[in-house]
């Protein structure tokens, strides 16, 4: 289907730009969103006649998305989730709770301005992009850990899961040390000669 943009849409072009898209994509996502108009002959004239007001709004959105954008971008959130041993998350951290945290702490996000490649799985400093408008995206910085502990030391830049392994080997050599010094089943005193 031919679609005039009536905003830049990633990926697909700018503002003003006659375009073929997918039908679904059109009517399920252009379309409602008012990001398109379809390419007739009459939507065309329309849109000539608006186009600087389209262009104004556009621009205003875009102003506004900048100035949010601003208080937002490098914040740093936390999350505490549960997760194994080896740091892997229990769960996922989707886009859903990213903007809740975000919302919870004041920010104004949706759930689909918030773009995640993949889910978040492990614990550690996560960058997270946000895009406001379709020109502007922010990051943000999500600090997942299994208590508000280990969220300050990886803030300070420790890696918790490496700590943690090294933590678990000094016990482990020093309970070879202690068994090897005598602590392996020898009491003083109980040994007799015959």
């Known amino acids: 289907m031919k679609v005039i943009l009536l905003e830049r849409v990633e990926g697909r072009g700018a503002l003003g730009d006659v375009v073929v898209v997918k039908d679904g994509y059109a009517r399920n996502y252009l379309l409602p969103l008012h990001k398109a108009l379809r390419a007739n002959a009459g939507n065309m004239k329309v849109f000539e006649a608006q186009r600087a007001e389209i262009e104004a709004r556009n621009q205003r959105a875009k102003d506004q998305a900048g100035k949010s954008g601003e208080k937002l971008d490098g914040t740093r959130y936390m999350l505490i989730r549960q997760a194994g041993e080896s740091g892997q998350l229990y769960g996922s951290v989707?886009?859903?709770?990213?903007?809740?945290?975000?919302?919870?702490?004041?920010?104004?996000?949706?759930?689909?301005?918030?773009?995640?490649?993949?889910?978040?799985k492990t614990l550690g400093l996560h960058d997270v992009k946000v895009r406001l408008h379709a020109e502007v995206a922010v990051n943000?910085?999500?600090?997942?850990?299994?208590?508000?502990?280990?969220?300050?030391?990886?803030?300070?830049?420790?890696?918790?899961?490496e700590s943690q392994f090294e933590e678990d080997r000094l016990a482990a050599e020093e309970a070879a040390q202690d068994m090897l010094s005598g602590g392996a089943g020898s009491h003083e005193g109980d040994y007799v000669e015959s």
Do not use: F, T, Y
């Open 140 to 161: 943000v910085v999500l600090n997942i850990a299994r208590s508000e502990d280990e969220a300050e030391r990886q803030a300070r830049g420790e890696n918790i899961i």
């Open 94 to 120: 989707s886009g859903r709770d990213v903007a809740d945290i975000i919302n919870a702490a004041g920010g104004k996000v949706e759930r689909s301005m918030v773009v995640l490649d993949k889910p978040i």
